[in-house]
């Protein structure tokens, strides 16, 4: 590795730049990170109001995947530049391969964003 080049996430060794559905996908940077947070934050609202807990998670597989459903749009659209409104068109079968791959490239990033939320209400619960 020559000195200007930074090491690589485990996202980048395991995920790199991928073409799904004719779109380049790569994980997130900082700044796109922060444009799809709202859309997490969103999400990680719902799951915590659904009551999923750093204790319950694996009893709720299935909220997590619907949220990741209804906050898809604008994930994609954040990650991709594509208008929300365009990806709203999509079918299913386009939309859903392509946020699994987000999703997959950028899982410790999503992990790391909704771990301190859930652990804070188990802090205020308790």
Known sequence: MGQDEKPKSDEEILFPEVEIQGIKLKPWSFGQLSRVSPALRKG????????????????????????????????????????????????????????????????????NFFGPSLALLNQIKK
Request: aromatic content about 2%; overall charge negative.
């Open 44 to 111: 990680a609202k719902a799951l915590i109001d659904g009551g999923m807990t750093m204790d319950n998670l694996k009893d709720h597989v299935s909220d997590v995947a619907f949220v990741l459903l209804e906050q898809g749009p604008e994930i994609i659209s954040h990650t991709t530049g594509i208008a929300l409104a365009e990806i709203q068109e999509w079918d299913p079968v386009k939309a859903i391969p392509v946020l699994i791959v987000i999703v997959s490239q950028n899982l410790e990033k999503i992990k």
